[in-house]
């Protein structure tokens, strides 16, 4: 029974501590709920910060993967406009030199139409066909000279001919006239 007498008394210090406690547990109860739910909520608002945080970490990475990436295109930008530009300045000096090639083609195409004009194999041959019609003009004017030696030396025989004649017809006209003369008479 001792224990139980040792039970009773102290289920009896239990209730006289609850009752003398009891405020106080009830107190430090709802101050720990309290605790508690200021703790959930703390924890509440470090996770929705921490989400935050997470989210912004992200966004800054994120921005500073385009601004890397931005920085590289505005490099490549960079690089390409001073291509262009050193390409625009070659194309400029090509477009000089194939002026000044265009003048220089055009003097050496009229210095080859003059040297044309003087063509050594083309004046060879118009001086071959000039010889040939010049011979042929020469063989022409030969048979020409031959033919007007023949005509002068027919002429000049007709004219000893005709002078001929002409003696023989004044020696026989006189004697004609006497003869005509004598006719009359008789």
């Known amino acids: 029974m001792l224990s139980l007498n040792k039970l009773e008394k102290v289920i009896e210090l239990e209730e006289r501590l ?40 992200e966004t800054i990475t994120e921005l500073s993967g385009k601004a890397s990436a931005n920085q590289r295109v505005e490099q490549l930008n960079r690089e390409l406009n001073n291509r262009a530009d050193k390409l625009q300045e070659e194309v400029a000096e090509l477009k000089k030199r194939v002026k000044t090639l265009q003048k220089d083609l055009a003097e050496e195409r009229a210095e080859n139409k003059t040297l044309k004009q003087f063509d050594p194999p083309r004046m060879k041959k118009n001086l071959d066909s000039s010889k040939k019609k010049l011979a042929e003009k020469t063989r022409a004017n030969e048979a020409l000279q031959k033919s007007l030696n023949t005509s002068k030396a027919e002429n000049a025989e007709l004219q000893t001919k005709v002078k001929e004649l002409e003696s023989r017809l004044a020696e026989l006209e006189p004697e004609q006239v006497t003869e005509e003369a004598e006719e009359v008479a008789a």
């Open 18 to 57: 609850r009752n003398d406690y009891q405020q106080q547990l009830d107190a430090k109860t709802a101050e720990i709920e309290d605790l508690v739910k200021q703790q959930a909520e703390l924890q509440a608002t470090i996770d929705s910060q921490q989400a935050t945080v997470s989210q912004q970490l």
